[in-house]
Nanobody
């Protein structure tokens, strides 16, 4: 079955960086568009970044352009999110996501806390 397992979250100071990872299994990863979402307390889940397949094109909402970078390693069936210049407002649970055969799948999430 499809599984998405995020890792790499933690506590970071404002201005710092984190790299999130998502290990995928149970589907043909190289064919799948992958995304990162996040959900802050009391807020709706929002899209952070998307990387297509097979072209590897990346898509970001304007608020994340220049600070966040999504990438993928098809050989490892993994997708990454490099986050720089983190702010307190980036505190959230970050989720890996894919849609495979018309079904949406989510990982369990990884907590990112930006605080001094």
């Amino acid at each position: 079955q499809v599984q998405l397992v995020e890792s790499g979250g933690g506590l970071v100071q404002p201005g710092g960086s984190l790299r999130l990872s998502c290990a995928a299994s149970g589907f043909t990863f190289s064919w799948a568009t992958m995304s990162w979402y996040r959900q802050a307390p009391g807020k709706e889940r929002e899209g952070v970044a998307t990387i297509t397949s097979p072209g590897g094109d990346t898509i970001y909402p304007d608020s994340f352009k220049g600070r966040f970078t999504i990438s993928r390693d098809n050989a490892k069936a993994a997708v990454y999110l490099q986050m720089n210049s983190l702010k307190a407002d980036d505190t959230a649970v970050y989720y890996c996501n894919t849609r495979w055969r018309w079904v949406m799948y989510w990982g369990q999430g990884t907590q990112v806390t930006v605080s001094s």
